[in-house]
């Protein structure tokens, strides 16, 4: 299955009636959007954009795609001949991923004809609407354990596929390991584990599983402690292992207790190096109330892999300047009720005061207008969008490992710039303002 | 990448112990099941069963993939060989898809080596504890729609791999149809599409567009209305078709009130068999309120493929019985505080008065004892697992198209045989109790 047939019929249909009547091949500016952040949420994460552009380069249905097409009647041979020869020629601009966004921020702009951007619209939302969903949910679950490494436990809480999409989104919001094979070997995520209570159970004693383990991968691994009492298995995982015993994991029960009596005990068994992961239905509020135990790393499942509440991000793909007959370019906007839209392409900035960021600021109107804006009115200012593709030339840079990593850093160094209202658990509105100012 | 590397690291490296200290080759029997129904939700519905039995099929890893757990030292050189051979010997035992599912409910059961089995949990929890989520949605939606055909349209919402997935278990839940290409041409899913409002946009007027789509798609097309004014691109929209116009879409305002008024003007002109869909972010409550407005179908996106609330099932893969040094099987089970589970392999039962279900039975102990209670006691009942995997032999049966079609069928069925409560959108207890109980 190729990227290209990840995609609603619609969007074959349009371009099959669009190019028998030639707007297929106006000019178009598409800008993908959210209306607004989930219900309380302060900011959100953008991730993904180096998924979209392998997609993009890979974007044309292979031939048994096109039969299917062509068999099932949904769009006419002149469609199927233009999608078998389909390049990206056109250009797209997009916020970093890290980059923190809000209502109305244009986190990607869609340049060229109607035919090659439409076509794009399903695969691009799709890619936006779980990955941002997953690093904004990544983000306060690592804010929430201030320094404590968080390791993506939640494959199997997640479709199989989504699973290592959602350990790459984890790692721009701050998770610095995964569960997940596929991801460390796709993305070079280090790879963590411990045991399962399977593991202990399926042993004559918890005593031969610990010595299984400890034999195979060295007292430095980290052994499941609570399948039977977890005094009585941190004893005997001392006595095999050692003090240097690497870890303990606690995952069921009053966590921080658990935690606080596990410490004193390893404490009091000489195991003062040995670490305590705990693991159970954790989110950015129940690690927050672990600030004080004495933890040392975090595996997160269920609520990273599900946005913690939020698994998807309402993002839209929506025209706003098109071709018109006569050549110019015009803005265009729907009416729809509680869903206009705002015309024309957007420049996204944001204002700054003493380094601290205090506003997003859209700016929407003519290229050379909107390009040529006084920006000292606002004091300092960052544009936010970079040229993830010039013209068909994708910035393969924007694809490689090395910008994974470099996401995770640029976010956490964006997000220390927001308002400390922004690291706010609680409900409350976006941590800036946005303001979209129209100049015509 | 392959099935065998959409897993959590720990499988392997308890594998590669297990092979050093041979409990590997010990007989196990792993169950599958939620502890709770997700809050206030009546029933769960099974899906994905065919997924699992095709993952499990091409279970192995490829030569990259050895060469990355070879490199990354993952597992040991004998668990490498051990994986290059890897075949699924055992048997599983499965809830049938659109099955009903409660607390406790043995969904899946695998028997076979430690080893054979250990290496199959995350990817049969990825595929359920996703697909289950999601069918149970669309069972929930489709009731609420009484009769009238929802579609999928979430694949914009979802990771884009989890859209065909998505689009598969809405047909479990009862959906007749979806936007989506893939799972078209991946299950036979019928495809449907309307226009997106670019489609108008891109064109000088809506008249354009309309023309331009009827022309290219048929009179029998379904033009969306609501770009502008829906009075005006109805009047447009039936002048350019006929009253032969196939449907019109609204997706904004008050869908209520905006179908009974379109209703009434389409009428007026003569198009009393034009179809109207609605859609925006539609779900089971929704839905629900639009019972008496006129509409003729719906288009669910967001709170489809997001499981309507609740995106996983929590399912877990726990261990309950396993071969002991003394040759025999033994009943294990954790005891971890809130996360207990129960040894022995379970049998389930669903039991039945004038053909209404009255609970669910969940009978634990020796095979014998089990196999041979009294069904007497509880009047009709009916077992509710079927043979998907026999000593590793597949029922190919339970993968094709047909039976995810025979499995919509199914749940419909059985999903009437339900007590009426069932159908309740309140939050509430499950539609019938379930009662485990343990019989040595």
Redesign the interface.
């Known amino acids: 299955?190729t990227?290209a047939?990840?995609?609603?019929?619609?969007?074959?249909?349009?371009v099959?009636?669009?190019l028998?009547?030639g707007?297929a091949h106006?000019q178009?500016i598409?800008e993908v959007f959210t209306r607004h952040l989930p219900q309380g949420r302060r900011y959100g994460v953008v991730a993904g954009l180096g998924r979209i552009l392998n997609?993009i380069k890979d974007f044309r249905p292979s031939d048994?795609?096109l039969q299917?097409?062509r068999d099932?009647k949904?769009v006419?041979e002149e469609t199927i001949q233009w999608l078998e020869n389909y390049t990206f020629t056109g250009t797209i601009h997009a916020y970093r991923e890290g980059e923190m966004f809000f209502a109305n921020s244009p986190v990607l702009q869609v340049e060229g004809t109607?035919a090659e951007c439409?076509v794009l619209?399903?695969?691009i939302?799709?890619?936006l609407?779980?990955d941002c969903a997953i690093a904004s949910a990544a983000s306060r679950i690592t804010s929430a354990a201030n320094g404590r490494p968080c390791a993506d436990?939640g494959?199997?809480?997640?479709?199989?596929?989504?699973?290592?999409?959602a350990s790459r989104s984890a790692v721009v919001g701050g998770f610095v390991s995964t569960?997940?094979?596929?991801a460390?070997?796709?993305y070079g995520i280090p790879?963590?584990?411990?045991?399962?209570?399977?593991?202990?159970?399926?042993?004559?004693s918890e005593r031969?599983a610990f010595?299984?383990?400890i034999?195979?991968?060295g007292k430095n691994t980290t052994v499941l402690t609570?399948?039977?009492?977890v005094e009585d298995a941190i004893r005997t995982a001392v006595e095999v292992a050692g003090p240097q015993l690497g870890g303990i994991r606690i995952?069921?029960?009053?966590l921080a207790s658990m935690a606080q009596k596990a410490r004193h005990q390893l404490d009091a068994l000489g195991a003062t190096e040995t670490k305590i992961t705990v693991t159970?239905d954790l989110d950015e509020y129940a690690i927050a109330a672990l600030a004080t135990a004495p933890v040392d790393s975090y595996g997160v499942g269920?609520r990273l892999?599900?946005?913690s509440g939020h698994?998807?991000t309402?993002m839209v793909?929506?025209?706003v300047e098109?071709e018109?007959?006569d050549g110019l370019m015009h803005p265009?906007?729907?009416?729809?009720?509680?869903?206009s839209t705002d015309g024309w392409r957007k420049r996204a900035l944001r204002a700054y005061e003493y380094g601290l960021a205090q506003g997003e600021l859209v700016l929407a109107g003519p290229e050379d207008v909107v390009n040529s804006w006084d920006e000292d009115t606002y004091g300092d200012t960052k544009d936010l969008s970079i040229v993830a593709i010039d013209h068909g030339s994708i910035d393969e840079s924007l694809t490689t490992r090395e910008a994974l990593f470099a996401a995770r850093d640029y976010h956490k160094r964006t997000l220390n710039e927001l308002p400390v209202n922004a690291l706010s658990l609680l409900d409350g509105e976006p941590a800036i303002p946005t303001e979209v100012i129209t100049l015509v």
């Open positions: 299955m990227a047939l990840l995609t609603d019929m619609y969007e074959y249909t349009m099959d009636a669009a028998r009547d707007t106006r178009c598409f997609y048994d795609e299917f097409l099932n949904i006419s109607f439409t619209e399903t695969i939302l799709s890619v609407n779980y436990m494959g199997r809480r997640a479709h199989e596929d989504a699973a290592i999409a569960a997940n094979l596929a460390s070997l796709r790879a963590i584990g411990t045991a399962a209570h399977a593991f202990t159970l399926v042993h004559d031969d010595e299984s383990q034999t195979a991968l609570d399948t039977y009492s995952d069921s029960g009053d159970n269920t892999v599900t946005g698994p998807t309402s793909y929506k025209l098109r018109g007959s265009v906007a729907k009416k729809s009720f509680g869903k």
